[in-house]
């Protein structure tokens, strides 16, 4: 599997000790350092590659840091910069600040703890920058499709008024496109992160089981079904590791990576309005994530102002992502109602799940944890698409050592699913 990249810094200090002295402190941690004694010659760096973080102290020979700075944010705006100067010059920081061309200025003689610690707070901040930029491009091409999808759709609603004897053909045409916007985002999902892809499809059988008893009205059981299909959607421009994170050890995430992932809802219930206009479909979306006592997120609703479709999908989502086995995975449900679930929503949950027609679990692991016995959860295909495994295959000794022998030679990307 690829490693994670380092973050690159760019150092920049024409004393040659003081330099040495700067990358010395930064290199204990996970960095790639370039350092130079030219502001010139750093500009050249900036031209060839893309950095994270720029350092430069501000007293320099061929110009001053703000100067080389503002030169360094016009190549790469979305570096986070960094002034480190011995006489501070309050009205100069505070107008660059406030003007972007920095992010922080740290004093001479600076502290050790203190410059890395704003490191990497700026390495963090350019990280954001890019996570989002991705997720707005990502949204853009949503929107694109969906935009062709409608052009198509007001075609054939002209024609069906044009054609009043076949209403009856383009309403089913009408619901044809409807699929396909569901399809398309469950697509997409399934592209960027091939393990929600199948949760999602665990999820809806749950909550299509839900929906075939009289419980709930009509139009709820309208929402559930389409919130069951795109309440994952808001992940896609998140980063895989990061949601992995979040599932395993959600302890270990600073705030802006916990941020990310507890405002994933309201990105999806934007993202929901181009495949189902009704606002409870986005809003159902929204909040799934709540919990009965008003402990979730994003906008932490208690109880009855939670969707009620919420609600019922809240207990369907929990199921589908605990780690734990199926049986121990209902148990820990029904310990939590009236907490983080509706009473009566696990009520309807047990009522209609029988732990025989529960869907199975799903997992993603590594090449070194598979072994005998495991059933595959989704093709295993080779970087130029042809199929090596198919989905339900029980991995033996055979096929495992033709998989094995083939990332050796031909690595295999995508994420390697199987029933837990």
Same mark, same amino acid.
Not at 362 to 383: I, R, T, Y
Not at 401 to 406: A, C, L, M, S, Y
């Given at each position: ?10 150092? +920049? ?8 002295? #700067? ?7 996970? &960095? ?5 004694? !030219? ?13 994270? +973080? ?20 016009? %190549?790469?705006?979305?570096? !986070? ?6 006489? +501070?010059?309050?009205?100069? %920081? ?12 740290? $004093? ?40 062709? $999808? ?35 985002? &469950? ?39 389409? !919130? $069951? ?82 609600? &019922? ?42 732990? !025989? ?12 944890? #598979? ?46 699913? +199987?029933?837990?």
């Amino acid at each position: 599997m690829a490693t994670t990249p380092k973050p690159k810094i760019l150092i +920049v200090d024409d004393d040659e000790i003081i330099l040495v002295a #700067l990358k010395e402190t930064i290199s204990s941690e996970p &960095y790639d350092i370039t350092a130079t004694t !030219s502001a010139q010659e750093a500009l050249g760096y900036l031209e060839k590659e893309a950095f994270s +973080v720029i350092i430069s102290d501000q007293r320099m020979a061929e110009m001053t840091g703000l100067e080389f700075l503002q030169k360094a944010k016009t %190549i790469q705006e979305d570096a !986070s910069r960094i002034l480190i100067t011995g006489v +501070v010059e309050l009205k100069t %920081i505070i107008e660059a600040v406030n003007q972007g061309e920095i992010f922080r200025f740290i $004093a001479k003689p600076w502290i050790r703890e203190e410059l890395l610690v704003t490191i990497q707070n700026a390495v963090q901040r350019h990280q954001l920058i890019e996570a989002n930029k991705k997720l707005q491009q990502s949204t853009l091409s949503l929107n694109e499709e969906l935009a062709q $999808a409608n052009k198509a759709l007001e075609s054939k609603l002209t024609q069906a008024a044009q054609e009043t004897q076949a209403i009856g053909q383009q309403t089913q045409t009408l619901q044809k496109n409807f699929d396909q916007s569901i399809e398309l985002c &469950y697509r997409l999902l399934c592209r960027v992160h091939p393990l929600l892809g199948k949760e999602t499809k665990a999820i809806v059988d749950i909550c299509e089981l839900m929906c075939q008893e009289e419980h709930l009205s009509s139009e709820d059981k309208h929402t559930l079904k389409i !919130s $069951a299909w795109l309440q994952d959607i808001g992940l896609i421009g998140i980063p895989r590791e990061l949601i992995k994170r979040y599932r395993e050890t959600p302890e270990d995430l600073d705030e802006d990576e916990l941020g990310l992932i507890q405002n994933h809802p309201i990105q999806g219930q934007e993202l929901a309005t181009f495949a189902d206009n009704l606002a409870i479909v986005g809003a159902t979306i929204r909040g799934c994530r709540e919990h009965w006592d008003g402990s979730g997120f994003p906008d932490g609703l208690p109880q009855e102002s939670i969707p009620t479709p919420a609600r &019922y999908l809240a207990v369907a989502i929990a199921f589908v992502e605990s780690p734990l086995p199926r049986e121990e995975t209902v148990e820990e449900i029904i310990n939590l109602s009236g907490h983080a679930f509706d009473p009566e929503a696990v009520r309807l949950f047990l009522k209609v799940t029988q732990l !025989s027609r529960l869907p199975k679990k799903v997992k993603d692991v590594l090449f070194s944890e #598979l072994s005998p016995g495991m059933v595959l959860a989704g093709d295993v295909n080779s970087p130029a698409g042809l199929l090596l495994l198919p989905e339900g295959h029980v991995v033996n000794e055979t096929s495992l050592k033709k998989i094995v022998r083939h990332n050796m030679s031909d690595p295999i990307h995508h994420q390697i699913l +199987v029933y837990a």
